[in-house]
């Protein structure tokens, strides 16, 4: 029974989340239905990590959940919040009227939304790489890697500069090539949920799909010790252009549980914000 259910979490999760998105758009209420999605997400995989652990020693407390909760809240949740829906939602409605620019708004909206998390990710891809291979950005972006354990509260653990940047590199581009407040919406929160599965501390055998989405079973390789390993699977939700230039990695091996960094992190949330500029060695 447990190994059944471990075939079926993801795509469970993943499909029963993005429905009930798209029922509140269709209901008028697409923001309202986001937000209570993602947070009935959020303590439906709480409950099945204490059920059914990838690994029981990560459910142990590593002392961080207030930095986490600080980071998700004010760095990655305000970010999100004022630049995705305030700003970004904001200019799609406000350019609606003009026509779609170079978009195919003639598409069904399922097309549209796959051929956004294909623009979206193009732009995401090269960031994170780019946080991983570039010392200056990898100041930052080493604030998430140096969590010791993965699991639903630290999916949102980013400094507020790697959250920005982040965001800056995928939704302009769906904008400047007229796509509607729908689409973006929907690569929104195909984003977030992912971000929240990628990220869980639950048996998941996801097979096929690890060639086609970002998986838990990826993104455990991408929080190696080991960099042969860690700077591989940079895909946000999509893992195709990792398999395009060749940074794809699944192993048949289990992940490893000793997970993070090998320098210094401040263990509390003001001085993880100020660790990039202090010049400490990477």
Same mark, same amino acid.
């Given at each position: ?100 620019? @170079?978009?195919? !708004? %003639? ?5 549209? +939304?796959?051929? #956004? $998390?294909? &623009?979206?990710?193009?732009? *995401? ?26 699991? @639903?509260?630290? !999916? %949102? ?5 790697? +959250?920005?940047? #982040? $965001?800056? &590199?995928?939704?302009?581009? *769906? ?108």
């Amino acid at each position: 029974m447990r190994c059944f259910l471990s075939y079926l979490w993801w795509p469970v999760l993943f499909a029963g989340s993005l429905g009930l998105v798209c029922l509140g758009m269709k209901t008028g209420h697409d923001v309202l239905a986001f937000n209570l999605t993602y947070l009935g997400l959020a303590i439906t995989v709480a409950i099945v990590e204490r059920l059914m652990p990838h690994e029981r020693e990560w459910l142990a407390n590593d002392g961080q959940m207030g930095p986490d909760l600080a980071h998700t809240l004010l760095n990655k949740g305000l970010a999100q919040v004022i630049i995705t829906f305030v700003t970004f939602m904001g200019i799609a409605d406000w350019l609606a009227p003009s026509g779609g620019g @170079f978009w195919p !708004t %003639g598409w069904p909206l399922a097309l549209q +939304t796959a051929l #956004g $998390l294909v &623009v979206v990710e193009a732009g *995401l891809y090269w960031k994170h790489r780019l946080a991983h291979e570039w010392p200056w950005l990898w100041r930052f972006h080493a604030v998430h890697h140096s969590v010791t354990r993965l699991w @639903f509260f630290n !999916t %949102g653990r980013f400094h507020v500069v790697d +959250t920005v940047t #982040g $965001l800056m &590199v995928g939704m302009p581009v *769906l904008l400047l090539l007229g796509a509607p407040r729908d689409v973006l919406l929907l690569v929104s929160a195909i984003t977030a949920i992912i971000g929240m599965l990628t990220h869980c501390n639950i048996e998941m055998r996801c097979g096929v799909l690890n060639y086609v989405f970002n998986t838990p079973a990826l993104h455990r390789w991408h929080h190696s010790k080991d960099l042969s390993e860690g700077n591989r699977n940079y895909g946000e939700n999509l893992m195709l252009f990792d398999q395009i230039f060749r940074t794809f990695y699944n192993s048949p091996r289990r992940p490893p549980a000793d997970i993070g960094i090998r320098h210094y992190m401040p263990p509390d949330f003001v001085g993880q914000l100020k660790a990039p500029f202090t010049g400490q060695p990477l």
